[in-house]
Every structure is written in structure tokens, then in C-alpha cells.
């Protein structure tokens, strides 16, 4: 998992998006909204399969001013956590 950033053990989300099988641009355009509701400082995890996530939720992340927090690889999807700003 070089160049990708893992998430610390213990991460707690407030709120869960349930991406799977979706493909982009859904699962980024999803989480946008999602994270609309939650408060500043809130963790929002983001569960996906598209590969292309792992690159288009951190540069999202970076450019709208909220943290990546890490990714988690699953059985078969990744766990994504973004902290709103």
C-alpha cells in the first residue's frame, strides 16, 4: 500500500457512506454531500470499491480544505475517513 496514507487504528466515525460498487465519479459526489451533514471536526467513513477513490477522495480532501484521515483495506473494499474542517 506505498504512496497511500492508513488510517490510525481506532478511528471512530460518526457518520458511515456506503459507496460499494459504484464507480467514479459517484462515490466523490456521494461523500460530498454526506459530509454537508455532519458538524466541523466530525469524521465521515467512506466505504468503497473503486480503485480510483484512493487517489480522487485525498486530492478532494486537499482542495476543499477537509482532512484525509487515512484509508483501510477490507476484504474486498476500502474504508475511507475524512475529517470535516
Same mark, same amino acid.
Given at each position: 500500500? /506505498? #504512496? ?5 487504528? %481506532?478511528?471512530? @466515525?460518526?457518520?458511515?457512506? !456506503?459507496?460499494? *460498487? ?17 458538524? /466541523? #471536526? ?5 466505504? %468503497?470499491?473503486? @480503485?480510483?477513490?484512493?487517489? !480522487?477522495?485525498? *486530492? ?26
Amino acid at each position: 500500500m /506505498s #504512496g497511500y496514507k492508513t488510517a490510525p487504528d %481506532g478511528v471512530t @466515525p460518526n457518520r458511515t457512506l !456506503d459507496a460499494k *460498487g459504484l464507480s467514479c465519479p459517484m462515490p466523490l459526489l456521494r461523500t460530498k454531500k454526506e459530509i454537508d451533514k455532519l458538524g /466541523s #471536526g466530525e469524521i465521515l467513513e467512506v466505504l %468503497g470499491t473503486d @480503485p480510483g477513490s484512493r487517489n !480522487d477522495l485525498p *486530492g478532494w480532501c486537499e482542495r476543499a480544505g477537509h482532512e484525509f484521515v487515512g484509508e483501510k483495506e477490507d476484504s474486498g473494499y476500502f474504508r475511507f475517513y475524512i475529517k470535516k474542517k
